[in-house]
């Protein structure tokens, strides 16, 4: 697809890479898909097409598990000592870096999103995981066990653990932040030694395909990154219930991961779950209201509230309510939005036409039911996907806008009397427990709020605060397991056990 049909001019490396084919990459070569079939990708600021894409479904995944399988069992990957490995995940990340300005690029034409804040956020930090998730290549180690029980006296033994790669690793990735979810994904698994088919989502394959050209450039052996562009039904389905297949590590909705783990279940096959989220961000009477106001309605407004963690419940305390509504009103009102590539741009467009017809009937639905727009309310007329930053007040609980995710840029703004046993019902009152936000000046009631907050993460005085080195996963039906930090690894390693008699 010539990049000339898009509404706004793109750099040469981006018009470059657009006009090529867009393949699937299986052992370590471009490929279409076995179909012949593709599919089209779409501009999310003006709706216009902006590449074809191969679509691959059950076929194409056998064929990269089938790649991925032999890569693990006979390639050189798994035997290379652990500080090669890790300077070749270095590695990825320095041509990350390199290429930061192309990726953030096609990350806002995918995704919408302003391509300042992909040049902030999304693409360092990608890049990041993979230098973090380096060091560990050469930290993951086994430990020796006194045993207690003696089975024939005078005979001792010597136990130890040994972790190993768990081996074939299926990975599927949501469309709102799109190479960094591939680099939460590759680096863990490619550090411990693993291979992966990479099933990414249809709606944004750009930016994951022009990373899997920089695997190739930089030298990583074939077969151990496959990636597989396509539709969920198909191949991420197949993906998921595919027997030569040892672990699937899947982000997006709850309903999706349900989904997973019935595909998973056929051959108990390991599975890892960052789901959905419905986070209360939870305003205190003494907070210092001019950092509260702004990071309230960062909470809700970064990336067009297409956060699985948005502070998209705001709870503040009644002598406060007011003003915290009028300073998160006013700040959606001064949102510029635009297509992501107008470096003025603050706020793009919804994902895809579906995911702004889904917004907007949840706004519907809760106008409907009795809650009122401060400000937003509605879809932006004209070309794109845009959805007005909306802030709603005269909420209750049992709405459909207060208990489900809309993953928009939509906020229900709620009073509470006190800091009490009712306020942490109220916070804790929804199927999710991804997230959660707090502010105060006080820290023993910031302590307290964090022990009794079912969430995953809780962030006082901040929100949005991510770092490599930090876990992040939810309790209840947020999803199983942690992302990113140490914690991720148990995910991508067996420990096998070692007793011998001496």
Known sequence: MNAAVLSYSLTQPVSRFLGSPKELLIDGEWVPAASGKTFPVYDPATGRVSAEVAEGDREDIG????????AFESGP?????PAERG???????DAILEHLDELAELESLDNGKPVSVAKAADVPLAADMFHYMAGWATKRHGITIPLSILYTPGVRYHAYTVPEPVGVVG??????????????????????????????????PLSALRLGELLIEIGLPKGVVNIVTGFGETAGAALAAHPGVDKVAFTGSTEVGRLIVRAAANDLKKVSLELGG????????????DVAIPGAASAIFFNHGQCCCAGSRLYAEEPVFDRVVEGVAEAAKKIKLGPGLDPKTEMGPMVSEIQRNRVCGYL?????????????????????????????????????VVQEEIFGPVVTAMPFEALDDRLIERANDTIYGLAAGV????????????????????????????DAALPFGGYKQSGWGREMGEAVLEHYTETKAVTIRL
């Open 87 to 93: 300077k070749i995940i270095w590695r990825i990340g």
């Open 63 to 70: 064929r990269a598990v089938k790649a991925a399988r032999r």
């Open 171 to 204: 990975q599927i990735i949501p469309w709102n932040f799109p190479l960094l979810m591939a680099a939460w994904k590759l680096a863990p698994a490619l550090a411990m030694g693993c291979t992966v088919v990479l099933k990414v989502a249809e709606e944004t």
């Open 439 to 466: 502010w105060t000046r006080d820290l023993s009631k910031a302590h307290t709020l964090a022990a009794r907050l079912k969430s995953g993460t809780v962030w006082v005085n901040c929100y949005n605060v991510f």
């Open 278 to 289: 419905k986070s209360p961000n939870i305003i205190l009477k003494d907070a210092d209201l």
């Open 364 to 400: 519907e639905s809760g106008l409907a039911e009795g809650a009122r727009a401060v400000t937003g309310g509605s879809a932006r007329a004209g070309a794109g996907y845009f959805v007005e930053p909306t802030v709603l007040v005269d909420t209750q609980a049992g709405m459909k």
């Open 77 to 81: 990957w798994p035997a290379l000592r």
